[in-house]
Nanobody
Framework: QVQLVESGGGLVQPGGSLRLSCAAS????????MGWYRQAPGKQRELVAR???????IYAASLKGRFTVSRDNAKNTVSLQMNSLKPEDTAVYYC?????????WGQGTQVTVSS
């Protein structure tokens, strides 16, 4: 019913930047929030950033100032601009969508920060 398609992951050197995008399609209404989580090997999945239907943003405290989440309501997309990337940012990044009482996840995109 709902599908999330991510793009923008890849390999980048420390200090570099990447922009992730996620497009939602299907039967979508009453959006609670869209955003991003990430999971590094051997670690739990953690919140990166999210933006609510009222445009309220929430960031992981350690990431605020380097990462920026934004959305395009007309296109049902959410993006994550990542600047000043560090090796510890290496993870699989997952797009998510909260609609009504349901949550949906993208397939994940790998971000690797290495010299």
């Amino acid at each position: 019913q709902v599908q999330l398609v991510e793009s923008g992951g890849g390999l980048v050197q420390p200090g570099g930047s990447l922009r992730l995008s996620c497009a939602a399609s299907g039967s979508i209404s009453s959006i609670n929030a869209m955003g991003w989580y990430r999971q590094a090997p051997g670690k739990q999945r953690e919140l990166v950033a999210r933006i609510s239907g009222r445009a309220t943003t929430i960031y992981a405290a350690s990431l605020k100032g380097r990462f920026t989440v934004s959305r395009d309501n007309a296109k049902n997309t959410v993006s994550l601009q990542m600047n000043s990337l560090k090796p510890e940012d290496t993870a699989v990044y997952y797009c998510f969508l909260s609609v009504g009482i349901s949550s949906y996840w993208g397939q994940g995109t790998q971000v690797t920060v290495s010299s």
